[in-house]
C-alpha cells in the first residue's frame, strides 16, 4: 500500500461525509495490556477515551471491528457505550446486542457452528500437525469462539493456505492479525503473529461492507482504522483505511491500495483518526453556530 502521512491526507479527506469509524481493538483503539488508559508502552493515556467522547458528540459511530469474540465485544460495547460490533475478524456480526454469523463456504452440515466446522473436518488438526512446532493455540484467548480458530505463530498465510487446498480443506484460509508483543522463541528466532482460521468468502473488508449496505450508507461515509494486515483489507470497503504508527509496517504488504498513517500509536493514533473524521464531518454537517 502507498502509505500517507495523515498531515497529507487532505485531499482523500475531502471526499468522506463520515458516519461510521470501524476500529480495530487490540494495538488501535487500546494499548499495552489491552487498556484504553495505556499506550503501546504502558503510560497512562486518556486520548482514546476522550475521543470516543468526542465521537460520540458529533454523531460519529464508532463501530469495533476485531479478532476477539462476541462475548468479549458485548462487553466492550457495553463499557464504552457503543451500539454495534464485528467480531472474530468478520464471523460474528453484533448488532441491536443481536448475534449473528457469517458463514462464508463453510459446509454447514459440519457443525453448530463454523470454529465447530472448523475443528470436526479436521481443518484445524490439518494446519496444527503439518506446521508442528511452528504454529499453536493463541491460548488462552482461543477459547469461547464461534467463528474462527485463533493460533499464533510464525509461518505464511500463504503456505498454510496451500496446505488446506491440497487437503480437501479450500473452503478454509488462514489470516494475519498481526504481530504478537510477547516472547515465544519455542514458535521459532522470527517475529510471531496472531492468526485465524477461518471460512472463506468472510473477513473483516466483507462483513463491513455488508454492514455498511445494510445500513443505506456507502463507501463515502465509512473509514476503517487497524494495525495489521486483516485490517487493511477494509480499504476496499471504506472512503479512506487508517493504520495507526505501530501498524505503519503492514503498508507494505499491498502496494495496490492508499493508507493513511497516523503519527501516534494505538489509542493515541485512534484520537487522531478521530479528530481527522470530526472536522470532515463539521465541514460536511456544520452546525447551526458554524453557519
Same mark, same amino acid.
Given at each position: 500500500?502507498?502509505?500517507?502521512? *495523515?498531515?497529507?491526507?487532505?485531499?482523500?479527506?475531502?471526499?468522506?461525509?463520515?458516519?461510521? !469509524?470501524?476500529?480495530? &481493538?487490540?494495538?488501535?483503539?487500546?494499548?499495552?495490556?489491552?487498556?484504553?488508559? @495505556?499506550?503501546?508502552?504502558?503510560?497512562?493515556?486518556?486520548? @482514546?477515551?476522550?475521543?470516543?467522547?468526542?465521537?460520540?458528540?458529533?454523531?460519529?459511530?464508532?463501530?469495533?471491528?476485531?479478532?476477539?469474540?462476541?462475548?468479549?465485544?458485548?462487553?466492550?460495547?457495553?463499557?464504552?457505550?457503543?451500539?454495534?460490533?464485528?467480531?472474530?475478524?468478520?464471523?460474528?456480526? !453484533?448488532?441491536?446486542?443481536? =448475534?449473528?454469523?457469517?458463514?462464508?463456504?463453510?459446509?454447514?452440515?459440519?457443525?453448530?457452528?463454523?470454529?465447530?466446522?472448523?475443528?470436526?473436518?479436521?481443518?484445524?488438526?490439518?494446519?496444527?500437525?503439518?506446521? /508442528?512446532?511452528?504454529?499453536?493455540? $493463541?491460548?488462552?484467548? $482461543?477459547?469461547?469462539?464461534?467463528?474462527?480458530?485463533?493460533? #499464533?505463530?510464525?509461518?505464511?498465510?500463504?503456505?498454510?493456505?496451500?496446505?488446506?487446498?491440497?487437503?480437501?480443506?479450500?473452503?478454509? +484460509?488462514?489470516?494475519? +492479525?498481526?504481530? *504478537?508483543?510477547?516472547?515465544?522463541? $519455542?514458535?521459532?528466532?522470527?517475529?510471531?503473529? =496472531?492468526? $485465524?482460521?477461518?471460512?472463506?468468502?468472510?473477513?473483516?473488508?466483507?462483513?463491513?461492507?455488508?454492514? !455498511? =449496505?445494510?445500513?443505506?450508507?456507502?463507501?463515502? +461515509?465509512?473509514?476503517?482504522?487497524?494495525?495489521?494486515?486483516?485490517? *487493511?483489507?477494509?480499504?476496499? =470497503?471504506?472512503?479512506?483505511?487508517?493504520?495507526?504508527? +505501530?501498524?505503519?509496517?503492514?503498508?507494505?504488504?499491498?502496494?495496490?491500495?492508499? &493508507?493513511?498513517?497516523?503519527?501516534?500509536? @494505538?489509542?493515541?493514533?485512534?484520537?487522531?483518526?478521530?479528530? /481527522?473524521?470530526?472536522? #470532515?464531518?463539521?465541514?460536511?454537517?456544520?452546525?447551526?453556530?458554524? #453557519?
Amino acid at each position: 500500500m502507498t502509505a500517507l502521512p *495523515l498531515a497529507e491526507a487532505d485531499r482523500v479527506l475531502a471526499a468522506l461525509d463520515p458516519r461510521v !469509524l470501524f476500529s480495530d &481493538v487490540d494495538g488501535t483503539l487500546v494499548g499495552r495490556g489491552g487498556s484504553l488508559l @495505556a499506550d503501546m508502552d504502558g503510560g497512562a493515556s486518556l486520548q @482514546a477515551a476522550e475521543a470516543l467522547v468526542a465521537a460520540r458528540r458529533s454523531g460519529l459511530e464508532i463501530v469495533l471491528v476485531s479478532g476477539r469474540t462476541r462475548a468479549q465485544l458485548f462487553e466492550a460495547c457495553r463499557l464504552l457505550g457503543l451500539r454495534d460490533a464485528i467480531g472474530e475478524l468478520g464471523t460474528v456480526v !453484533l448488532r441491536d446486542g443481536k =448475534a449473528e454469523l457469517r458463514w462464508g463456504q463453510t459446509p454447514r452440515e459440519l457443525g453448530a457452528t463454523p470454529a465447530e466446522a472448523l475443528e470436526r473436518s479436521g481443518a484445524l488438526a490439518t494446519v496444527l500437525d503439518r506446521f /508442528a512446532g511452528r504454529i499453536e493455540p $493463541h491460548t488462552p484467548w $482461543h477459547q469461547g469462539r464461534q467463528g474462527t480458530a485463533l493460533l #499464533r505463530g510464525q509461518v505464511r498465510a500463504a503456505e498454510v493456505d496451500a496446505v488446506l487446498r491440497a487437503q480437501g480443506f479450500g473452503w478454509a +484460509n488462514l489470516e494475519d +492479525n498481526g504481530r *504478537l508483543r510477547g516472547p515465544y522463541p $519455542h514458535l521459532g528466532a522470527g517475529e510471531t503473529h =496472531a492468526f $485465524h482460521l477461518l471460512p472463506a468468502g468472510v473477513g473483516k473488508a466483507a462483513t463491513a461492507a455488508a454492514y !455498511l =449496505a445494510e445500513r443505506g450508507l456507502e463507501a463515502g +461515509n465509512a473509514a476503517a482504522v487497524g494495525d495489521g494486515p486483516a485490517d *487493511l483489507e477494509m480499504a476496499g =470497503a471504506v472512503g479512506a483505511m487508517f493504520l495507526v504508527a +505501530n501498524g505503519a509496517w503492514a503498508a507494505g504488504r499491498d502496494a495496490a491500495r492508499q &493508507v493513511i498513517v497516523t503519527p501516534s500509536s @494505538a489509542g493515541d493514533g485512534f484520537a487522531e483518526v478521530v479528530a /481527522a473524521l470530526i472536522r #470532515r464531518l463539521q465541514v460536511e454537517r456544520p452546525t447551526a453556530a458554524d #453557519r
